[in-house]
């Protein structure tokens, strides 16, 4: 994709409360929205993702969301648990390109 | 099943040095990506390749960067004369082409420059 703006960039939260991150892209060939979560010192875990004939897509704690018209996704986790920090990352493949645009990230904390 | 799999994890080299880096993709992986990320930021895509084949190479510096996938053995990012600004962490991500989009990455490897 051309630009990926990912929201908040640090996110706070109480154990067992819900978390949101929020992300905008520009391309609207756009087919594919991927959520990474990378942990300290490790590489990018691929956790959730949805393509763009899907409005919404749920794994246990974690959903993501497409509005398609509006150009914005979003990963939200019920639930929190400790080990859910980490930094959280969106992207977009720009009309399967091959090639994922990430957002800056979201650190997430979860705090016990 | 293995994951993917680069090396070395941590790299230090001296400025004007050569830097290598190695990446193994999944079994039944034939699809190669490389990216770089600098401190608090998002990955930048650098290449694409396919065995023997480099697909898509944007992102890459067009001086001193060099990227390959050969028929047998890992994938190689090379990067020639090295300078305080290549310092980054370089992930390589695997995927079997079968679906755009989806890559699977590795560990990564932390280039220092000194």
């Known amino acids: 994709g051309e630009n990926v703006e990912q929201h908040p960039s640090t996110l706070s939260v109480q154990e067992g409360d819900s978390a949101v991150i929020k992300c905008t892209y520009s391309?609207?060939?756009?087919?594919?929205f991927p959520w990474y979560k990378q942990e300290l010192g490790k590489g990018p875990q691929l956790i959730i993702d949805?393509?763009?004939?899907?409005g919404e897509k749920k794994d246990q704690r974690i959903a993501v969301t497409l509005n398609k018209t509006a150009k914005h996704f979003s990963l939200h986790i019920t639930e929190t648990q400790p080990e859910d920090s980490a930094v959280y990352f969106c992207?977009?493949?720009?009309?399967?390109?091959?090639?994922?645009?990430f957002g800056k990230g979201t650190k997430l904390s979860v705090i016990p | 099943n293995a994951g993917v799999m680069q090396n070395p994890r941590h790299l230090v080299r001296r400025r004007g040095q050569e830097a290598r880096l190695r990446c193994s993709p999944m079994?039944?992986?034939?699809?190669v990506y490389w990216y770089r990320q600098l401190p608090e930021e998002g990955l930048k895509f650098m290449v694409y390749?396919?065995?023997?084949?480099?697909?898509?190479e944007s992102g890459m510096p067009k001086e001193r960067f060099s990227a390959e996938f050969p028929k047998e053995g890992p994938s190689i990012l090379r990067i020639q004369q090295v300078v305080r600004g290549d310092s980054a962490a370089y992930f390589c991500?695997?995927?079997?082409?079968?679906?755009?989009?989806?890559?699977?990455f590795g560990p990564g490897t932390r280039l220092t420059v000194l």
């Open positions: 991500a695997s995927s079997p082409g079968t679906e755009p989009g989806t890559q699977y």
């Open positions: 391309d609207s060939a756009s087919n594919y």
């Open positions: 949805i393509r763009s004939n899907v």
């Open positions: 992207a977009d493949d720009g009309a399967g390109s091959y090639q994922l645009t």
């Open positions: 079994k039944g992986h034939s699809h």
């Open positions: 390749l396919q065995k023997e084949n480099i697909i898509d």
